[in-house]
């Protein structure tokens, strides 16, 4: 036991992630979630080898795959539906996200999670850090971990992040039924990339349930709202005339959610007097390398394994400043790549007559990163020194 006592402000896949990993540490964590329980269904997201390892090594592999669904290739096709490239994507599982947030808090403690504790504040004036919630209570720690996503209400303790950049982009998220659809519809990765537009569907779990996340350019005048349901027919007549297949998966849409994108530059510090940024909060990035949640599992893992070794709460400085150093160069890149490849496919016009728009460049440096050897390296080069 290190003696640490860590407050964790939000219980999304970050949040959960570090938790569980503290608490496998054996260092006292609490974890204070805005909603009053994990959604019941939320969207679809890819876990790539990069997050899976992490779970896995947090002894979660059989759940994951006992509940995801394996995608092992992509067909890049266009908007006409003539494939254009057709590659292995390695280890990769399409999950609905409650699902995912669902096994890991299943794996900490009952006692660790406060669902429904909405926090207002993280004051580091005097003292160690006080966690303030909305009801009036507060929660003292050593170390507060601020995993409040994009949009996070407490990171501006920290740093001063630069405006939130609207992509200019919306998703039209969704999960429909497979049941009935072909084969090579019903199993891996389809992702339809046409003029400003693309299309990606892919399965999420065991028993036939497909996302689909439509890429449009956002509607203009739309509200400042940035995430709601539309009417499904906005789905389907933003890919009218696209091939059949699309259609197909489209048709079958009856709930529709539009998130209107965006991320921010790259930003420092993440850490102050005891105060410590994770996943979005820290690094808000496009999804169009499929990496948010990926990167903030990453995190989670190299963050622990730092403060588990911290002999109390005079230890933990130079520990939050090399989880910085470990983490920022590795999510400054997936976020500046992110925001090209957004780029890229929202100009994507005929991908048949050899336009550059499918991705087709070397990822094992984002897949086949390794977070656990890497925390365990960064514990132990402090342990050296
Ligand atoms: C269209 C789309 C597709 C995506 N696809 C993928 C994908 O395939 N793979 C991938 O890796 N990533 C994907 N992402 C990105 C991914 O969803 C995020 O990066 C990831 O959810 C970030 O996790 P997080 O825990 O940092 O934040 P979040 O998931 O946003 O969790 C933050 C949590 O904090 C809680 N909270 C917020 N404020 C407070 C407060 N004041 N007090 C207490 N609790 C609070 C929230 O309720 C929430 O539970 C996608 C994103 C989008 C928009």
Aim: glycine fraction near 12%; aromatic fraction near 6%; include cysteine.
């Amino acid at each position: 036991m290190t003696g640490l006592r860590v407050a964790v402000v939000g219980g999304g896949i970050g949040g959960a992630t570090v938790a569980l990993a503290l608490e496998r540490h054996g260092v006292d964590v609490a974890v204070y979630e805005r909603r009053d329980s994990v959604p019941p269904v939320g969207s679809g997201l890819g876990l790539a080898g990069n997050g899976y390892r992490v779970l896995e090594d947090l002894g979660l592999g059989p759940a994951l795959d006992g509940t995801g669904a394996p995608l092992a290739t992509m067909r890049m096709l266009s908007a006409d539906g003539t494939e254009v490239a057709h590659y292995d994507t390695g280890r990769l599982l399409g999950m609905r996200r409650a699902d995912l947030i669902r096994i890991v808090l299943d794996g900490v403690g009952p006692s660790v999670v406060h669902h429904g504790r909405e926090c207002v504040a993280v004051e580091v004036d005097t003292g160690p850090p006080v966690v303030r919630f909305g009801d009036g209570s507060c929660a003292a720690a050593d170390v507060v971990v601020v995993a409040d996503g994009l949009r996070s209400r407490c990171a501006p303790v920290v740093a001063a992040p630069p405006a939130l950049r609207p992509a200019g982009t919306s998703a039209l998220r969704g999960f429909v039924s497979a049941d009935g659809l072909p084969e090579h519809l019903a199993t891996g990765q389809n992702a339809w990339l046409g003029p400003d537009r693309h299309l990606l569907c892919y399965p999420v779990d065991r028993h036939g349930t497909l996302n689909f996340a439509a890429f449009v350019p956002r509607p203009a005048g739309s509200a400042d709202e940035w995430s709601f349901r539309v009417d499904p027919e906005v789905v389907r007549d933003a890919y009218a005339g696209w091939d059949d297949d699309a259609g197909a998966i489209l048709d079958r849409a009856s709930e529709v959610y539009r998130y209107d994108l965006a991320d921010r530059d790259p930003f420092a510090p993440w850490t102050r007097a005891g105060v410590v940024l994770l996943g979005d909060a820290a690094h808000p990035m496009l999804p169009h390398m499929g990496q948010g949640a990926n990167q903030a599992i990453e995190d989670g893992a190299i963050l622990a394994a730092l403060l588990a070794e911290a002999e109390g709460a005079a230890d933990v400085t130079e520990r939050l400043a090399t989880y910085e150093a470990t983490r920022k160069p590795r999510t400054d890149r997936i976020q500046r790549q992110s925001r090209r490849n957004g780029e890229r496919f929202s100009r994507a016009r005929d991908l048949t007559s050899g336009d550059d728009s499918a991705p087709t460049e070397d990822l094992s440096w984002v897949y086949g990163y390794d977070a656990p050897a890497a925390g365990r390296a960064a514990a132990a080069r402090l342990r050296a020194s």
